[in-house]
């Protein structure tokens, strides 16, 4: 698919920085804000998309897009959370597995005496 690329057409960073297309970081109050809204609901209709991007000064299309990498981000949170919950149970089980196994070979041995 990218095989037909030649050198002339890849971009380097220096070219992208010198036209002034660099990544644009978004302010501490714009993050505060868009958290704000995403603790509120994780995704955003049309309209408010294009409302709460009007209000902090930036594309309705770096509000999408913020959006999808903070639900990606949360996605990954709550994975780590559920392995680790899971991880905890199974390790607390195979504790209470192993004293139920010395009880049986205890009792075992109890009756075979």
């Known amino acids: 698919m990218l095989d037909g690329l030649e050198d002339k057409d890849s971009i380097s960073i220096d070219e992208v920085e010198q036209n002034g297309d660099k990544k644009r970081r978004l302010s501490h109050n714009q993050v505060k804000a868009l958290e704000k809204n995403f603790e509120v609901d994780n995704k955003l ?8 991007a009007h209000e902090l000064g930036l594309q309705p299309r770096q509000v999408a897009v913020w959006f999808q990498n903070r639900r990606a981000r949360w996605k990954i949170k709550q994975l780590e959370t559920d ?31």
């Open 45 to 52: 209709d049309p309209c408010k998309k294009v409302a709460l």
């Open 83 to 113: 392995y680790n919950n899971l991880k905890a149970n199974y390790e607390s089980l195979r504790l209470n597995y192993g004293q139920l196994e010395q009880n049986k070979h205890s009792l075992t041995s109890e009756v075979i005496c």
